[in-house]
């Protein structure tokens, strides 16, 4: 087999380059999205986690997303300089602190759910609503199996 040939037949069947292909496109978009109401993709997860688990450290938000402390900081960091979250004091730590939302966080976000469910309803728009719905289960089982 030409090398040409096999190089092809495995990037069509391969799962990781389609969906890094799918993620690439859709951080471009997503940064778009949220450029528009002041965010960056990567102050995106924070902000989702802390409307949901509010009171959160650092530390957790770093173990939770694999990612460095200094990264996790600097997302931080720009919520709190937008007013959007608040570090306050750990009652367990004297050098940790726990991150909330603040009522600004709150009021952003219901905006920030229709900026994230017209940026998903894109992505999924080449699909019938059973394709989607089934690829968004297999993209579930297949997270949760790792």
């Known amino acids: 087999m030409d090398i040409k040939h096999e190089a092809r037949q495995t990037r069509e069947t391969s799962a990781g380059w389609y969906i890094q292909r799918l993620a690439a496109r859709l951080d471009t978009t997503m940064a778009q999205a949220l450029d528009e109401i002041g965010l960056t993709l990567p102050q ?3 902000l989702m986690t802390a409307l949901e688990h509010d009171g959160l450290t650092q530390a957790d938000y770093a173990n939770r997303f694999r990612k460095p402390p200094y990264a996790i900081s600097r997302a931080i960091d720009g919520l709190v300089e937008a007013g959007l979250l608040e570090r306050r004091p750990d009652k367990n730590s004297r050098r940790a602190h726990n991150i909330y939302v603040t009522q600004a966080g709150r009021t952003l976000a219901p905006k920030l759910f229709a900026r994230i ?4 309803a894109g992505m999924l728009s080449p699909l019938e609503p059973a394709e989607a719905q089934m690829l968004l289960s297999l993209l579930t089982k297949t997270l949760n199996a790792t």
């Open 44 to 46: 995106l997860p924070i």
């Open 117 to 120: 469910a017209d940026v998903n």
